[in-house]
């Protein structure tokens, strides 16, 4: 039997947005990042994963041994939805995981999807063409320094203290309702959200 990547059903505020994630516990960027002073300190995937959502661990591995090597075409899945996620949990693992996210883009051209990623490494060494779909968000790892739009991306993801004087245009809404991380020539590309 073929094996086939596993699409999450996400909830909270990313209820209504399907993802493929990946395990953020085995994850060896993920572990190297956990005992810094990074937003990665604050992992919400390595606190879920170890806690109240164990259970996702498994269907997290199977996707991050699938998807850190190239999958055949026939093999990728078929998105049947407007907007979905790369990494509502996990990282980019390698190259390969790159490609395979541009390739499901591009066999799903109907539907708008958003990477969050760190390693702007993986994105930048990318030589081939990025699908008009896929939107790269460059995860900013340092907490209350609000940058702008690193090379090779459409938008940066800031995170800033709840007691910052820093404004945020991330507050809480659910992402469907909002949809600023989801569609290219938002009013603005620079987001803003308080760490939780």
């Not at 094996?3 to 999450?8: G, M």
């Not at 109907?110 to 760190?118: E, Q």
């Amino acid at each position: 039997m073929l094996e086939q990547i596993k699409i999450s059903k996400m909830s909270g505020k990313l209820s209504g947005i399907g993802a493929i994630n990946t395990d953020t516990t085995t994850n060896e960027f993920c572990i190297r990042q956990k005992e810094t002073d990074t937003i990665c300190g604050k992992c919400y995937s390595h606190k879920m994963l170890s806690t109240y959502r164990k259970s996702c661990v498994p269907a997290f591995q199977h996707n991050s041994r699938l998807m850190s090597e190239l999958i055949d075409w026939d093999l990728l899945p078929i998105i049947n939805q407007a907007y979905f996620r790369f990494n509502g949990h996990g990282e980019l693992i390698n190259k390969a995981h790159f490609q395979n996210i541009v390739n499901i883009a591009k066999k799903n051209p109907h539907c708008n999807f958003a990477l969050w990623t760190k390693r702007a490494s993986i994105v930048r060494q990318f030589k081939g063409e990025l699908p008009d779909n896929l939107i790269l968000v460059f995860s900013n790892p340092r907490i209350d320094k609000v940058i702008y739009i690193p090379r090779g991306f459409h938008k940066v993801f800031n995170n800033v203290s709840p007691d910052s004087n820093i404004k945020q245009n991330c507050t809480g809404k659910k992402c469907m309702d909002c949809l600023l991380c989801y569609r290219k020539g938002s009013t603005t590309d620079v987001i803003v959200e308080a760490v939780k």
